[in-house]
């Protein structure tokens, strides 16, 4: 079955750290570029980081850049998503999806990640 | 890294039609022909409607269409029906430094 599979999500505290992970499985994960996208409680679809097929190629956006690093696996077929400095406002379901020529027409059940005291 | 503008809601009975509109810039929507749509249930993941502005993935009923003229594109839901109600998102291609930007979301109600 072609399916994503998201874990790692939870409470945090502002100032700390937390590792998204996406398992993929029914296609070649290696063959296309991968992203998250985020959906804070009750607001729209922001798309947070892609990363290309062979990994070499990064994308972020600017409100989480230089905070979040985006990485996989292509030999675990796994995506991650390490978040650093978290704050409030990056309180999510944060959801991977496949991309194909820009367009995400794969997407996970999503993972919720609650920066919170 | 500026949202695309949607309307924040749309409406219409069952068996019409009705459009929803996403405006953005030449730097995503008028720049490239990769301009996406998105529906969301409550609760539930997005799924995509269309794709490249007019296609459609397979499983996606013909209902959906999506057209571009110069930096607003269009999704027309026609013949619409009561699973047709949702949220829906435009997306849009902007750029090596701009992967993917979103449009605020509509909220279509099937009356």
């Known amino acids: 079955e072609v399916q994503l599979l998201e874990s790692g999500g939870g409470l945090v505290q502002p100032g700390g750290s937390l590792r998204l992970s996406c398992a993929a499985s029914?296609?070649?994960?290696?063959?296309?570029?991968m992203s998250w996208v985020r959906q804070a409680p009750g607001k729209g679809l922001e798309w947070v980081s892609a990363i290309s097929g062979s990994g070499i190629t990064t994308h972020y956006a600017d409100s989480v850049k230089g905070r979040f690093t985006i990485s996989r696996d292509n030999s675990k077929n796994t995506l991650y998503l390490q978040m650093n400095s978290l704050r409030a406002e990056d309180t999510a379901v944060y959801y991977c999806?496949?991309?194909?020529?820009?367009?995400?027409?794969?997407w996970g059940q999503g993972t919720m990640v609650t920066a919170s005291s | 890294q500026s949202a695309l503008t949607q309307p924040p809601s749309a409406s219409g009975s069952p068996g019409q039609s009705v459009t929803i509109s996403c405006t953005g810039t030449s730097s995503d929507v008028g720049g490239y022909n990769y301009v996406s749509w998105y529906q969301q249930h409550p609760g539930k993941a997005p799924r995509v409607m269309i794709f490249e502005v007019n296609k459609r993935p397979s499983g996606v009923p013909d209902r959906f269409s999506g057209s571009k003229s110069g930096n607003t594109a269009s999704l027309t839901v026609s013949g619409l029906q009561a699973e047709d109600e949702a949220d829906y998102y435009c997306s849009s291609h902007a750029g090596s430094n701009n992967f993917a930007v979103f449009g605020g979301g509509t909220k279509l109600t099937v009356l």
């Open positions: 999806a496949k991309g194909e020529r820009f367009a995400f027409d794969l």
């Open positions: 029914g296609f070649t994960f290696s063959t296309y570029a």
